[in-house]
């Protein structure tokens, strides 16, 4: 219901790039098993069954990494474009641009492993890479996952990328003036990237209850939205589980889905 949520939030409003004999191309830098992009491909595929859609992806864990492949082999998807290894320490789709990026990576990631790789990176490199406006804390990699899905956006005169990540508190909150949070923040703010967070109800997933948000990115944004930030408070449109499934205790409906989306769409 999350991914769904996700997807829906990111491809509202977006038909004009789905005409018939397009190419849209799907990113999921932590795709797991590969979800996002089955759901993107799925929300297309309804719009207009003539669009052709490329998916593409990173996983550090083999065995979903594996699991990706084989769904990806039934798609009749090139598999070759879903990439096995860290995705902050080796990207290897570094050439590349999408049109939608989904993501929902892990919450609170340690990101000690891959350290030498993002500092190297962001002093070297600097806005040239992916990590130029800043670095969080080692204990949480969040923010370095939003900066590399940014780092993917197409030009806004190629009609730009779109955005969608599940994040915990942590990338809003933590942070005070000058650290790389905080620099993160005000980067992605002063480039007017950040188009609407979104505030999910509590225990929508299997493994933690904690309050998550939906970011939804845009580097071009319409003429309505530019220099705005769409704060929506969707935390009690959830419907209670009648079994819960570990910390999963609600989950969002369909009414649920449209009411959010509804909201969307009236900035």
């Excluded at 509202?12 to 830098?29: K, V």
């Excluded at 290894?85 to 340690?110: H, R, Y």
């Excluded at 939003?146 to 009609?159: E, G």
Aim: aromatic share 8%; hydrophobic share 35%.
């Amino acid at each position: 219901d999350m991914v769904h949520l996700t997807t829906s939030l990111v491809l509202a409003g977006q038909e004009q790039r789905l005409t018939p004999y397009s190419i849209i191309t799907i990113y999921d830098p932590a795709v797991g098993t590969g979800g996002f992009l089955t759901e993107g491909e799925q929300y297309i595929k309804q719009v207009s069954e003539k669009v052709h859609v490329n998916l593409f992806g990173q996983e550090i864990n083999r065995e979903s990494y594996a699991i990706c492949k084989a769904e990806m082999l039934i798609k009749d998807q090139v598999v070759s474009n879903i990439k096995f290894g860290d995705t902050l320490s080796n990207d290897q789709l570094a050439k590349e641009k999408f049109n939608i990026m989904l993501a929902n990576p892990p919450f609170g990631v340690n990101w000690s492993k891959s350290r030498k790789e993002v500092e190297d990176e962001h002093k070297l490199k600097g806005f040239d890479g992916r990590f130029g406006p800043g670095l969080p804390r080692v204990s949480d990699g969040a923010l370095l996952f939003l900066l590399h899905l940014v780092s993917k956006m197409h030009d806004p005169a190629q009609d730009g990328s779109r955005i969608g990540i599940i994040l915990n508190g942590s990338p809003l909150f933590t942070g005070g003036a000058g650290s790389g949070e905080s620099e993160i923040r005000r980067y992605l703010l002063e480039r007017d990237l950040v188009e609407a967070i979104v505030a999910v109800p509590n225990d929508m997933f299997y493994n933690t209850g904690i309050a998550t948000y939906i970011w939804v990115l845009n580097n071009n944004k319409p003429p309505e939205r530019k220099g705005k930030v769409q704060l929506i408070d969707a935390s009690d449109k959830y419907t209670r589980m009648r079994t819960s499934l570990g910390s999963k205790r609600n989950y969002i409906s369909e009414e649920d889905q449209d009411e959010i989306v509804r909201l969307y769409g009236h900035q």
